[in-house]
């Protein structure tokens, strides 16, 4: 490279930095105007970061969840026909254990009556909690643990026991069993308290209910031994072949009478609906960039109107078309610059307030982040080019005739 070819691009990098420096200039030096300018475009990035954050916290939220509970667990009911349920044989959860990959069954009976505080509750009324009989398989069955207290037994003849899923023992009031006994009203007797188990999302029957000794419900209140549900644990592996065989195996006199379902599916088809419903706000998002891009033009467009007598200046001084386009695209690039770096920082703390909110962990895609800076700089280009073509065009004669 020559000596004069050295020195003319030296130049043009000096003019570029320049003319770069002039159009952060007039953005700093009106503040409010730039915020005003920026708003729009900082709430679309700021709605689209916690769009796609937010059900990533909750997605990771519930991978976490699915790999501690496991996706192995199957629950066999009876289906209805017609106004009536088919009961399932008393046998069925002694002939699903036959099954070769099945590793836990737990049947749980439906007693008839529920569990209320005290004995002056009218019937109909007041906060109760449905009653079913388990056995000690029951927890390995879905993964339940004890929060607080033991599995119940038959207990003594005048204070017989009982236990309480975790959504049961926080309408009944009960957080705690330590210290004075707790007790509850049951089928004309009352009951003690003798344990709290842990949430068990794979089962909000559990959760939702008093769980008594399968020897003491069909004992005291006549329970049968039919299962209103049956829980089957088998290997991840094995567990569609378990679920091909499982309704003849429970009911072999009318298979089309039992329903199989999967829990750990269930909740996941939960969280897909949520996030199929985040798409309509990632539409809003999308309604907002496009609001706040032109918001930017329209900033600038009145910008080149006020500012004929500048471009006019300097035009007679020198400055090229080119110039003077970089300079109106850099002011309309450091705005949208500025809603987006904006927007970003406010989607994480919301997502994060959000996600800390509900006890999930904080995810934030980088994608995202950088769909976001992207996004800004395509908005700034967009909204820059018929402002910035217009004062490059500006006659100088005409500009200066406003002096």
């Not at 159009?23 to 300018?37: E, K, N, Q, T």
């Not at 026991?161 to 049951?186: C, M, N």
């Not at 897909?272 to 706040?292: D, E, K, N, P, R």
């Not at 078309?321 to 919301?350: D, Y």
Request: with cysteine; glycine share 10%.
């Amino acid at each position: 490279m020559s000596k004069k070819q050295h020195i003319q691009t030296k130049f043009r990098w000096f003019e570029l930095a320049d003319v770069l420096e002039l159009g952060i200039h007039r953005v700093r030096a009106r503040p409010l105007r730039a915020i005003l300018s920026a708003l729009g475009i900082s709430i679309g990035i700021a709605t689209m970061i916690a769009v796609v954050g937010i059900p990533a916290s909750s997605q990771q939220a519930l991978d976490s969840q699915l790999e501690n509970l496991g996706t192995n667990i199957l629950k066999v009911t009876s289906a209805e026909r017609g106004n009536s349920k088919v009961p399932l044989p008393t046998t069925a959860a002694d002939m699903i254990a036959q099954i070769g990959p099945v590793t836990e069954v737990a049947a749980l009976g439906e007693v008839g009556q529920s569990a209320q505080l005290n004995d002056r509750i009218q019937p109909g009324l007041g906060i109760k909690s449905s009653v079913y009989a388990a056995g000690p398989e029951l927890l390995p069955a879905i993964n339940g643990k004890f929060a607080q207290g033991r599995l119940a037994t038959e207990g003594s003849p005048s204070l017989p026991e009982l236990v309480l899923g975790a959504t049961a023992a926080q309408r009944l009031g009960i957080d705690s069993i330590s210290g004075d006994p707790q007790q509850l009203w049951l089928g004309q007797q009352w009951f003690s308290v003798v344990g709290i188990l842990e949430p068990t999302p794979l089962s909000p029957e559990v959760d939702s209910s008093a769980l008594l000794s399968t020897a003491y419900a069909r004992d005291h209140f006549g329970y049968q031994g039919n299962p209103a549900m049956i829980f089957v644990r088998a290997p991840t592996t094995s567990i569609d072949d378990v679920r091909k065989v499982l309704p003849r195996t429970a009911n072999p006199g009318a298979p089309s009478a039992v329903d199989i379902g999967n829990p750990s599916q269930a909740l996941a088809a939960r969280n897909v609906a949520q996030a199929t419903f985040s798409l309509l706000f990632l539409g809003l998002a999308g309604i907002a960039l496009l609001v706040g891009g032109i918001g930017v033009a329209n900033t600038m467009i009145i910008s080149v109107l006020e500012r004929r007598k500048e471009i006019g200046l300097r035009r007679a001084l020198g400055a090229t078309k080119t110039g003077i386009l970089l300079q109106f695209f850099t002011e309309s690039l450091v705005l949208c610059l500025f809603g987006g770096i904006a927007g970003i920082l406010l989607g994480i703390a919301g997502t994060a307030l959000y996600s800390l909110s509900q006890g999930w962990p904080l995810v934030v895609p980088p994608f995202v982040m950088v769909g976001g800076i992207l996004s800004a700089v395509a908005i700034g280009v967009l909204s820059g080019v018929y402002p910035a073509t217009r004062a490059a065009k500006l006659p100088p004669t005409e500009a200066l005739a406003a002096l």
